[in-house]
């Protein structure tokens, strides 16, 4: 069994590069479809601060900042509706 810790990290390497399969497992996670997922990379690592404010955040906290900045783009938005 994958610790979640060691989950959170990928995801947080990869939002910082802006692609990896972590990302993409969570793209997936949401429902993503495949056209959108480029688009949910680049918010993801345009709004880093956003999503990760400090080293501490909680996987929780990471989902609730993820879904506010999805409602909040044109493209993401139905996907959180």
Request: net charge negative; charged share 20%; hydrophobic share 45%.
């Amino acid at each position: 069994m994958i610790a979640m810790s060691s989950i959170m990290d990928k995801f947080t390497e990869d939002a910082a590069r802006g692609e990896g399969e972590a990302m993409t497992a969570v793209a997936v996670s949401f429902g993503i479809a495949p056209e959108d997922r480029a688009a949910f990379s680049t918010m993801v690592h345009s709004n880093f601060a956003t999503v990760f404010p400090s080293e501490n955040v909680t996987a929780g906290q990471v989902m609730d900042s993820l879904v506010e900045l999805m409602k909040q783009d044109q493209r993401l938005s139905k996907y959180v509706a």
